[in-house]
């Protein structure tokens, strides 16, 4: 089952539950990827509708950051909520060692030997860790590593 399938079978299950916030929010994800699904006139398979939901993941927590800084303590928590229903469907974060070994390899595939050679890096890394690390904790990894 594709996660377009399993979001829309949620969907359905939190309608049939009453469900209304997981409902809201399973919602809105559908309506992001059909945006860009209609924007960019494709289907979408499952890695691009990770990147979607990645995408919106990042979102909810820049506006999280913002709120706390407003004291804004009740938005802040709706925001967390929906970041907790998101993550549901994303894959298993990669640990630190595991980031460490895919930028070791990705270095040694690419042969990269100065910071000019960080672009390729991360690009190697990212084909491996799609969904499943934070890029910018990547980014860093590979500049620590290269410097």
Do not use: H, N
């Not at 919602?27 to 890695?47: F, G, P, S, T, Y």
């Not at 004291?71 to 907790?84: H, M, P």
């Not at 595991?98 to 030997?113: F, P």
């Amino acid at each position: 089952m594709s996660l377009k399938q399993q979001l829309t079978e949620d969907m359905k299950t939190a309608m049939r539950g009453g469900d209304k916030a997981r409902l809201a929010v399973i919602r809105l994800m559908l309506a992001a990827v059909k945006q860009r699904e209609v924007d960019e006139r494709i289907e979408l398979d499952d890695l691009q509708t990770l990147e979607v939901l990645e995408k919106m993941l990042k979102q909810r927590r820049d506006s999280i950051t913002q709120y706390d800084a407003a004291q804004r303590q009740d938005l802040a928590d709706v925001e967390r909520a929906e970041v907790s229903v998101i993550e549901a469907y994303l894959p298993a974060k990669l640990g630190e060692a595991e980031i460490d070994e895919l930028v070791a390899a990705a270095i040694a595939a690419t042969g990269a030997s100065s910071m000019r050679d960080m672009g390729k890096v991360v690009a190697a890394v990212k084909e491996q860790a799609a969904g499943r690390a934070d890029m910018a904790v990547v980014s860093a990894r590979v500049k620590a590593r290269l410097a």
